[in-house]
């Protein structure tokens, strides 16, 4: 089996990891501890990329009165919404390095309010859209940010990993599309497991079964 990234005593935002979560048939998911007192599994991969920073009380606490009146609290739109403002604002952020400590802000009008947002960018396509800056080093306002698939997006990042087969070179996420093969497993293989996007690209997938 390959080397799961040990998580143990590391902290994210609010939580504090404790021990791997052995319930969980997929190696990666791990105990942490909130400093409101609760504890709560998440996964690893989840955890590094700034996604979970607390059990759901920071969420709770932030949002403040004026935002709990549109009814689409726990919507992606939301969600969107609330990641962008905390990924910009709050350095106990993992991701806080990757936006706001190099100066990517939200515009005036979204910062203040979700209703402005959702105005300007409506209702997310589909469920495999999410919210992507057409310049990734700019900042996030209506004029530079959209909805886009996973493929558009994970080929609009700084980073992109690649893998080259046969003298093609590909991103990993046209790689998945090209090959049919599940992103997600791929993802993790590459960013949990430290595999190279080749091998982790032609190594087979297991299907799993049901019991």
Not at 70 to 80: D, L, P, S, V
Not at 157 to 162: E, N, Q, S, T
Request: charge should be positive.
């Amino acid at each position: 089996m390959p080397k799961l990234i040990d998580m143990q005593g590391r902290v994210f935002g609010l939580l504090t990891v404790l021990s791997r979560d052995k319930t969980d048939s997929s190696r990666g998911v791990w105990i942490c501890a909130c400093k409101c007192g609760a504890k709560t599994s998440q996964h690893g991969y989840e955890l590094r990329r700034g996604a979970i920073v607390s059990c759901g009380c920071r969420k709770r606490s932030v949002l403040g009165d004026s935002t709990r009146t549109h009814g689409m609290t726990g919507t992606k739109e939301y969600r969107a919404w609330f990641n962008m403002r905390a990924r910009c604002k709050y350095e106990t952020r993992e991701d806080f390095a990757r936006y706001g400590a190099l100066g990517i802000t939200v515009c005036a009008e979204w910062d203040a309010s979700f209703a402005a947002f959702f105005k300007d960018m409506g209702l997310a396509p589909s469920t495999g859209h999410s919210m992507d800056r057409i310049d990734p080093a700019g900042n996030y306002c209506k004029e530079n940010c959209r909805w886009a698939d996973a493929i558009t997006q994970a080929n609009n990042k700084r980073r992109v990993k690649k893998a080259t087969i046969n003298g093609e070179t590909h991103s990993i996420a046209d790689w998945c599309r090209k090959l049919n093969l599940p992103h997600n497993t791929i993802a993790a293989r590459v960013y949990d497991y430290g595999w190279s996007p080749e091998k982790a690209l032609l190594t087979p997938v297991k299907k799993q079964t049901k019991r």
